[in-house]
């Protein structure tokens, strides 16, 4: 028993070395880079270090480029490793396929003692024995099936290990103290016929070499910890702590969130206008809390608050509102905390393609009154479209607002033509003067907020929404902002 409760977590996690293990078979998605960040979190906790090994020994789901996109991840992420490759270390190589030197040093160890054997058994015939066992139906065991007396090894067969049925028992950190019986331990193979290990033998291997002592892993591996607890004993390891993170739920239904569910790649989020720190956060905290209510974590409060026994057993359901919810939190932040000037160089790429040959200065005014509406960065494509081309003049959609609907075309032209003479004679065009005027403008209509307000709104930005109308205005500039609104009153 490894241990209960968070007071002793801190204890036993002095300097843990971590590691996140991706295989390079496509882009990392949301429902697994979980198991890049928990282990992060605790490598840096505890002043330790956080390893990344890229699992490459599947040659058949390899596809080129995944790595540099799983590197791409974690860099935008801001979780930073201290052995792997780019900044290499001295367990490397860090990609399984340059380590089968490594591991067939260590399968000799266990073929010489006795522990693993050559199997000369071909797959048709590993075949007959599981359609023999599925017509009994009984499980198929393939030590039931082990060969009596099996030759030296050569190239092209395959390595097992020798089990020994038992009981096993262990703590995993999050799913608790667990047993198993006999019926889970098999010969399972250790080297495949290509010679490449395979990822139950690798792992064991590649941690004690790494000096993992955290491995923090999709809950998937654990129905087949047995086995790893056969490897460890069967080479004298001590157990690393095992800690099981369970699954993100699609967003409905009882199913974990797959690449077939829609789970997009982390980086897609980035390319959707997702802040990195947002999607930390919101990550981090699916399926751990500190215990507090609090919900905006910096990375650095995420490091000094993580505990592993907070980690919660159930899956994690991922709900997209949340993470936009999020992200906006996090537009607001960076505004008020960092300044314009910071969120503003976050946004390059997400303005509409005419704000190109408007000033950074310009630019940065508009987002100033617009962030704190933004729930991604791309919303900025949306909705400041007016702020730099003159928006079509739509006449039925100022004679259709529910608020101007009860007035007439003539009236509405005359409110607008009154506005603009009141708007000319402002010299200081500013939102306080400006707001000034507006509320002048109110008294001698006679006209309600909602009515004079969406009028002059509408006329100048024709968009559903638009920041305050003082601000705007003083954004837009007189010039534009009577241009626009002169148009609108000869068009009706
Ligand atoms: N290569 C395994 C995977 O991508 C990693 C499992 C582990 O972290 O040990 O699922």
Redesign the pocket.
């Known amino acids: 028993m490894l241990f209960l409760g968070g007071s002793a977590i801190i204890g036993d996690m002095e300097k843990a070395i971590t590691?996140?293990?991706?295989?390079p078979?496509g882009y990392i998605h949301i429902g697994?880079v979980r198991?890049a960040i928990y282990p992060y979190l605790v490598a840096r906790q505890t002043g330790g270090k956080m390893v990344l090994r890229i699992?490459d020994t599947d040659r058949e789901r390899y596809v080129d480029g995944a790595t540099e996109l799983i590197e791409d991840t974690l860099k935008w992420l801001g979780l930073d490793w201290d052995e792997g490759p780019i900044v290499g270390g001295e367990h490397g190589p860090y990609f399984q396929s340059e380590r089968l030197d490594i591991y067939h040093t260590w399968v000799r160890k266990l073929l010489d003692s006795g522990r693993a054997y050559a199997d000369p058994t071909s797959p048709e015939k590993i075949d007959e024995y599981r359609r023999e066992c599925n017509l009994k139906k009984v499980p198929f065991l393939y030590r039931n099936f082990r060969p009596e007396n099996p030759p030296k090894w050569e190239a092209g067969m395959p390595i097992r290990l020798k089990a020994e049925p038992c009981e096993y028992k262990w703590h995993d950190a999050v799913m608790g103290d667990m047993r198993t019986g006999p019926e889970m331990c098999d010969d399972i193979i250790l080297i495949k016929r290509d010679g490449y290990p395979t990822?139950n033998f690798a792992?064991i291997v590649d941690?004690a070499e790494m000096g993992v002592t955290h491995?923090?892993?999709?809950v998937?591996?654990l129905s087949s910890t047995p086995n790893y607890l056969a490897l460890y004993d069967a080479f004298g390891l001590k157990r690393p702590v095992l800690v099981s993170l369970p699954h993100i739920l699609a967003p409905t239904g009882n199913k974990k969130l797959g690449k077939r569910d829609g789970a997009k790649s982390v980086t897609e989020y980035r390319d959707d206008g997702i802040l990195a720190e947002a999607m930390l956060n919101y990550l981090a905290c699916l399926g751990w809390n500190d215990g507090t209510e609090q919900e905006i974590y910096t990375k650095e409060e995420l490091i000094e608050k993580f505990s592993i026994d907070r980690i919660q057993a159930s899956g994690a359901r991922y709900d997209e509102t949340k993470l936009l919810w999020m992200n906006g939190q996090w537009i607001r932040k960076i505004f008020d905390e960092q300044g314009a000037h910071a969120l503003y160089e976050r946004t390059v790429g997400f303005w509409p393609e005419v704000a190109g040959d408007y000033s950074e200065e310009y630019r940065i005014k508009v987002l100033a009154i617009v962030y704190d509406r933004l729930k991604t960065l791309a919303d900025l494509r949306d909705m400041t479209g007016y702020f730099f081309k003159d928006p079509q003049v739509d006449v039925d959609m100022v004679v259709g607002n529910k608020f101007l609907k009860k007035m007439s075309e003539a009236e509405i032209e005359d409110l607008l033509k009154k506005s603009v003479g009141k708007l000319m004679g402002v010299q200081e065009w500013t939102a306080d003067k400006l707001q000034e005027v507006l509320n002048e403008l109110l008294t001698e209509t006679a006209k309600k907020p909602a009515e004079l307000f969406s009028l002059i709104r509408l006329a100048v930005s024709f968009a559903p929404f638009s920041p305050a109308l003082n601000l705007t205005l003083e954004v837009l500039g007189r010039e534009v902002a009577l241009a626009r609104l002169n148009a609108v009153a000869e068009a009706i």
Not at 19 to 23: E, G, K, L, N, T
Not at 215 to 218: F, P
């Open positions: 590691r996140f293990a991706p295989s078979t697994n198991s699992e990822y792992h941690d491995v923090m892993r999709g998937e591996y």
